[in-house]
């Protein structure tokens, strides 16, 4: 399943006898970066910020983004993250029996969650349906830095 983003595709130009055609190839953001090598998900979002910052920025007709990165442009690099993680996941076999084993579905911003019994208390709507993740070394970044903060 692919997702449609401005901050993880990237637009190829491929020329066509006379005509040029504009052809859009996701790229995966970990083929970009290598996550074995970083040890704080801090560091991970900061870095994925100004990839996405330069390739935004090298785009035409695009005003340039300078200065230091926003919280809003790592909460944006931390959604692109566990779209890509969960891009992974989608394309196991076993998707389909999970979705219906975890009542799992696709909120708002393309990024699945589970359903469970807490639906209908007062807390928060982003405490109530936990976000899907497998093992793998983003998770454990993202365990680690919960540890870190408490």
């Known amino acids: ?18 005509n040029t055609v504009k052809k859009k190839d996701i790229v995966q953001i970990s083929n970009i970066l290598l996550i074995d090598r970083f040890s704080s998900l ?11 910052r ?4 090298t785009k035409k007709n695009k005003q340039k983004v300078e200065g230091s ?8 690099a931390l959604k692109l993250w566990i779209r890509n993680e969960q891009d992974n996941i989608v394309n196991n076999v076993k998707f389909k029996q ?7 579905f696709c909120d708002d911003e393309n990024i699945y969650r ?3 019994r807490l639906s209908m208390t007062d ?3 982003i405490n109530i349906y936990p976000i899907l993740l497998h093992d793998s070394a983003f998770t454990k970044l993202v365990v680690l830095d919960a540890h870190n903060t408490v």
């Not at 449609?4 to 990237?10: C, G, L, Q, T, Y």
């Not at 990165?69 to 944006?76: C, G, R």
């Open 98 to 104: 999970q979705c219906k084993s975890l009542q799992l």
């Open 54 to 57: 330069f390739i935004n920025n």
């Open 1 to 18: 399943m692919t997702r449609d983003s401005d901050v993880d595709d990237i637009i190829e130009t491929t020329t066509v006898n006379v």
């Open 42 to 52: 801090h560091r991970l979002l900061v870095v994925t910020c100004y990839i996405i």
């Open 123 to 125: 807390i928060p709507t």
């Open 114 to 116: 589970l359903k469970n």
């Open 69 to 76: 990165i926003t919280a809003e442009q790592k909460e944006n």
